[in-house]
């Protein structure tokens, strides 16, 4: 992994690249759309203070899939801002079909 990104431009396809296994990208949006829900019921609720659930929901699902599927490091140990950026970007990407869910990811958007 680069030690330094001069921006999220740069940081974006290797963080993709990241992400080849579909299982891994599809645990990484579930895990995000997870999050989005919590949000929301927190916000119905009025309880802020199960808002730490959507840390635990975005980011085990992702971890999962790194460790387990990917059989990588996530990104978020070195990158925390830009890994975190990523994620939405990839998450928006699937939702407009521009990356793949699940099977192959080719690379050079």
């Known amino acids: 992994m680069p030690n ?10 290797y963080y993709l690249s990241e992400h ?11 895990g995000s759309l997870s999050v989005i829900g919590v949000v929301i019921a927190c916000a119905i609720n009025q309880a802020p203070q199960w808002l730490g659930l959507a840390l635990l929901a975005g980011y085990g699902p992702a971890w999962l899939g790194h ?21 939405w970007l990839m998450f928006k990407d699937i939702l ?4 793949p869910l699940l099977g192959p990811l080719k690379l050079g958007l």
């Open 20 to 30: 080849q296994n579909g299982t891994c990208r599809a645990l990484h949006f579930f």
């Open 4 to 13: 330094s990104f001069s921006s999220l431009s740069d940081f974006y396809p």
């Open 67 to 87: 460790f387990v599927f990917e059989k990588n490091r996530p990104a978020t140990f070195k990158h925390p801002f830009y890994s975190f950026v990523s994620d």
């Open 96 to 99: 407009l079909r521009r990356i």
